[in-house]
Structure formats: C-alpha cells, structure tokens
C-alpha cells in the first residue's frame, strides 16, 4: 500500500499571516490564546486542508502549542508535530533553513509539500539533493498567509506527487 504524501505546515507567516504584525514581548505571549493576532487565522482553512490528499504534520516552532491554540481555533484534530531542533533566534542569509534537513528526515524518501513563509532556493536545491521521494517546496507570502492560489498549487500537486 502506498503512503499518502506529508503536508509540513509552518505557522507563523502561512496560517498567521504577519501584515505588519509585531510578535509581543515574549514568544510565550504569542502562543497564548489571548494573542491577539489569532484573530487573523482563516477558519476554513482547517476543512480546506483536512480535504487535501496527504498527512497534516505541524512543522512550526509552535511545536506542540499548535494543537492546544491553532488546531481548535481551524478546526483541525490534533496533528503529529514534527520535532524540529530549537529555532534560532536570527536567520542567517544564505545558510540552509532551519527546519530544511530534518523534515527531510521525517520524510524518509516518502513524498512530501512542506508550505513555509521561509523556503528559499537553497533549501530547494538542498531537498533535491538528498531526498530520494518526490517535493514540493511551497513558499507562502507571509503578509498574506495561505490563499486560494496557494490552495490550487497544493491541490494540483498532491493530485500527482510523483515525477
């Protein structure tokens, strides 16, 4: 039997959408439900992804906040969590994102969609190298969040994840 293709979901800039947002003073602050930013999640997101034909894993610093704040708020079931190394404080331009080979490692060979805010070519090039199944790096504008654009591109390639 085949496996259905990973859906890696990030958070911040693709579900949450930033539009100027500043994160309050401290990162428990924005995992809390009182964030007031919570306000900008698209509820039928959840039924939109829970439609698509792959396996939802949260591949976000929330880790497993997630499913105690944004998993209810979309109403998404509590998802597996993919568990990434900790988040650096600063991104470093040029280097390979932080989350780009341990995915690749949950993936083992299996095909995946990761959507992210913060792919770039690097990570791309990277994921082609050492990842024997089939991706799909899908960078999401992160003032916007998911749209119906993004939808279709995940859709379209879900449909058909193999080469």
């Given at each position: 039997?085949?496996?259905?293709?990973?859906?890696?979901?990030?958070?911040?800039?693709?579900l949450l959408p930033y539009?100027?947002?500043c994160r309050p003073g401290s990162w428990d602050r924005w995992q809390e439900q009182s964030n007031p930013q919570l306000a900008k999640l698209v509820?039928?997101?959840g039924p939109r992804l829970l439609a698509l034909?792959?396996?939802l894993v949260w591949a976000t610093a929330w880790m497993h906040d997630a499913n105690e704040v944004i998993a209810p708020l979309l109403g998404l079931p509590e998802l597996p969590v993919a568990?990434?190394?900790d988040a650096p404080d600063e991104?470093?331009?040029g280097a390979l994102h932080w989350k780009t080979r341990t995915l690749v490692e949950i993936a083992a060979g299996r095909p995946?969609?990761?959507?992210?805010?913060e792919i770039g070519d690097l990570d791309r090039a990277w994921?082609?190298?050492?990842?024997?199944?089939h991706a799909l790096l899908h960078r999401v504008d992160s003032a916007t969040g998911l749209t119906d654009a993004d939808f279709t591109t995940l859709a379209g390639w879900l449909a058909h994840p193999l080469p």
């Open positions: 039997m085949t496996q259905r293709p990973l859906l890696f979901l990030d958070v911040d800039g693709t539009g100027g947002a509820p039928g997101h034909p792959c396996d568990d990434l190394p991104d470093r331009a995946f969609a990761w959507v992210d805010d994921v082609t190298a050492h990842h024997r199944g």
